[in-house]
């Protein structure tokens, strides 16, 4: 375990739905990282969060949109999906230290249908 | 364009030999490191290695930087069953504000008994 969490761990919903995903981590860690896995590709970063504050947005499309309430939670909501968002999302921490390692929760595998 | 490609994209190896995959980049790096990860599920932080270091140690798992190839390799030494896992090189870019990384598509590696 890396001490971060994501639920749900599959989701399958429809182009019309709104759901979210959530990431909770017990690191204590102040960045916070939405990554966007899909079949033989690199990851793709999304957004990044460092104290609680959103400090980039990786062009990602409006229907996506995240949340960090606080220092141990990140959200990310979706709207209006299209069948290309199908993929792994990931969420990562990384400690004090700009240049430190990530650590990574095990990912929501999303279906859009 | 990424900035990191592993090679090869996949691999397959018996138990007990050696695996060696390799990674290139194109920019300036603080750091290079490795991650695995196991069939849908999170990246796992394996190794870090800094612009100023040349080689490290970890168990079985060794791996070298040439910054002026800009290239890294990851060996993992009497490979196991267990090994099996998709390999990702990540950099954090000399020019990457908020500790971001940039990731490889990955190696596949698969380790038969």
């Known amino acids: 375990e890396t001490g971060v969490t994501q639920t749900p761990r599959h989701l399958v919903m429809g182009m019309t739905n709104k759901k979210s995903l959530k990431c909770e981590q017990h690191l204590g860690h102040n960045a916070m990282y939405w990554y966007k896995q899909s079949a033989k590709k690199p990851l793709e970063l999304m957004f990044v969060y460092n104290f609680k504050e959103q400090t980039e947005n990786n062009s990602v499309p409006s229907r996506f949109s995240p949340e960090c309430p606080n220092s141990s939670h990140l959200f990310l909501h979706l709207h209006t999906l299209q069948p290309e968002d199908s993929a792994l999302y990931l969420c990562a921490t990384r400690g004090d230290g700009t240049y430190n390692e990530q650590f990574f929760g095990p990912g929501t595998r999303l279906t859009v249908l | 364009s990424q900035q990191g490609e592993e090679d090869p994209q996949a691999l397959s190896i018996q138990e007990g030999e050696n695996a060696t995959m390799n990674c290139s980049y194109k920019?300036?790096?603080?750091?290079l490191q490795w991650y695995r990860q196991n069939s849908g599920r999170g990246l796992v932080h394996l190794i870090l290695?800094?612009?100023?270091?040349r080689e490290k140690h970890s168990g079985r798992l060794r791996v070298t930087l040439d910054t002026s190839k800009k290239s890294s390799s990851l060996l993992i030494t009497a490979s196991r069953a267990a090994d099996t896992a998709s390999y990702f090189c990540?950099?954090?870019?000399?020019?990457?504000?908020?500790?971001?990384?940039?990731f490889g598509a990955g190696t596949q590696v698969v380790v038969t008994p």
């Open positions: 990540a950099t954090s870019r000399t020019t990457d504000s908020w500790g971001k990384l940039q």
């Open positions: 290695i800094r612009s100023n270091e």
């Open positions: 920019t300036s790096i603080n750091n």
